[in-house]
């Protein structure tokens, strides 16, 4: 299984993103897929995680009502709708997968494949 994140750029606070995941090779139904991001020097964070078959997304509340997480099993492709953009949404943005117990969906270590990225800028 490899993933491609894309979809990061540069954009105004306020404005709108959507990052997308695409998936190679077959997820397994029981796999979540996260996103997680870095921002300019600090750890990477979990930002939300939803079921690959299943659905039930889960948000940080940093991003909690203004990003939503969904995914299109026919397309393999997960996506992370970004609205209201902050300055301090500033990061690089990764996307996830594996075989997640639901204690453990915010952890970075539950997650076995990993996307290389996407950097996404929000200009004050």
């Known amino acids: 299984v490899q993933l491609q994140a894309s979809g990061g750029g540069l954009v105004q606070t306020g404005g709108s993103l959507r990052l997308t995941c695409a998936v190679s090779?077959?997820?397994?139904?029981?796999?979540?897929v996260g996103w997680f991001r870095q921002p300019p020097g600090k750890e990477r964070e979990f930002i939300a995680t939803n079921r690959w078959s299943a659905g039930y997304p889960y948000y940080a509340d940093t991003v909690k009502g203004r990003f939503t997480i969904s995914r299109d099993i026919s397309k393999k492709t997960s996506y992370l709708q970004m609205n209201s953009l902050k300055p301090e949404d500033t990061a690089v943005y990764y996307c996830?997968?594996?075989?997640?117990?639901?204690?453990?969906?915010?952890?970075?270590?539950?997650?076995?494949?990993w996307g290389q990225g996407t950097l996404v800028t929000v200009s004050s």
């Open positions: 996830a997968l594996g075989n997640v117990i639901a204690s453990t969906k915010t952890y970075q270590s539950a997650y076995t494949y």
């Open positions: 090779g077959q997820p397994r139904s029981g796999f979540s």
